[in-house]
């Protein structure tokens, strides 16, 4: 794979953030102890564990669908902070039918189905636990933000707060499918 070259050269530090505080999409000033810094935060780390788990699943089709997982992702963050899109930022917004895509992959593991309760073993199905724990962090500091006064914009798709719900059934399904394979 060749290595990407960035358009645009970004500094990796500029001290902007010493204060406290840090900028958004519209480079407002906002504090770093918000809940929009603390819900993206959250979902950075899913990323990171979708980057494990991607990592380490050799199979094509299970690759792809956490690579489409991941592009999806990055699209919530334009959609929970500019849900009108004025900035252009969202490409590819999550529908219905990304979650009918993610519902039918968690019925195909219904026959791996056990005690939602249980101890996964493998290294795979433990970092897909992983996605699934990071997942259920950001769905809630999600909630957090989405109640909070910082949430400005009331018309934020509900759909994403329905993704985030499908993506932890996911990961669960898919460690299972991984455990018992």
């Not at 999550?94 to 992959?105: A, C, H, P, R, W």
């Not at 996605?131 to 798709?157: G, K």
Request: hydrophobic share 35%.
């Amino acid at each position: 794979m060749a290595e990407e070259t960035p358009d645009k050269i970004h500094p990796l530090y500029t001290g902007a953030g010493d204060t406290g505080s840090t900028k958004d999409l519209f480079l407002c000033k906002i504090p770093k102890s918000g809940f929009l810094v603390e819900l993206f935060a959250k979902m950075d780390r899913l990323q990171a564990d979708i980057d494990k788990a991607i990592n380490i699943i050799h199979d094509f089709e299970e690759r792809q669908l956490l690579e489409f997982l991941q592009q999806k992702l990055w699209q919530t963050y334009p959609m929970i902070q500019d849900p009108e899109n004025k900035l252009n930022h969202t490409k590819t917004p999550i529908t219905d039918q990304d979650l009918e895509k993610l519902q039918n992959y968690i019925k195909s593991c219904e026959k791996f189905s056990s005690n939602s309760f249980m101890r996964f073993h493998n290294e795979k199905s433990i970092i897909l636990n992983d996605c699934r724990i990071s997942t259920r962090d950001a769905e809630i500091s999600l909630h957090r933000f989405l109640e909070s006064s910082e949430n400005q914009n009331s018309e934020i798709s509900p759909i994403i707060s329905q993704f985030f719900n499908r993506l932890s059934s996911l990961f669960f399904a898919m460690a299972l499918k991984m455990e018992f394979s």
